[in-house]
């Protein structure tokens, strides 16, 4: 009798020794799995630089004459695993002022997010969508239902070149709110 006890304990110490080592091997094989796929969870999944990107020459951009649209190509994007060189993330529209202030706007209207083009007839920029307007100075004009103007980028020139600070912002609110 002594002998069977002997030999159910042992058996209840193997098979709890194999399912411990078992679990040990499962879970040191399947955490690095978990990190691995739950790597963009909780990190920004697209990732656009935060330095200047450089759009074209100054020399490029006449004074005076009509607003230029522009795209802006990154140097590199990052959507979660994977890392893309040479990416259009959007485009602006540009123009040189009298006293050669140069100025940006994007070119998506801040309504529902539709490209805004510009009126050589109206002398304006215009988003096909809804009808919205906007003044030369990005500030909306009466009629559409866009709820704020045109969103402006930070422009810097530097050694001759004109580069943009690309921001995108939530559309559809009256406020400029990064996105």
């Known amino acids: 009798m002594a002998e069977k006890k002997t030999d159910d304990a042992r058996r209840r110490f193997m098979k709890r020794a194999t399912f411990g080592i078992g679990g040990i091997m499962g879970a040191v094989t399947a955490i690095p799995l978990v990190k691995y796929f739950l790597h963009p969870v909780g990190s920004p999944v697209v990732s656009t630089p935060d330095a200047p990107i450089d759009i074209a020459a100054e020399s490029d951009i006449v004074a005076g004459a009509a607003p230029v649209r522009l795209p802006i190509i990154a140097n590199g994007v990052r959507d979660a695993w994977n890392r893309a060189d040479n990416v259009a993330v959007g485009s602006c529209w540009v123009s040189k002022s009298e006293t050669g202030e140069i100025t940006a706007f994007t070119s998506v209207c801040p309504h529902l997010g539709c490209s805004v083009s510009y009126s050589d007839k109206n002398e304006d920029f215009r988003c096909p969508c809804h009808n919205s307007a906007f ?40 406020e400029r709110e990064p996105v």
């Not at 909306?140 to 921001?167: C, W």
């Open 135 to 174: 003044a030369l100075d990005g500030k909306k004009k009466d009629n559409g239902p866009a709820k704020r103007g045109l969103d402006p980028l930070k422009v810097t020139v530097e050694e001759g070149r004109v580069k943009v600070t690309y921001q995108r912002f939530r559309n559809d609110i009256s």
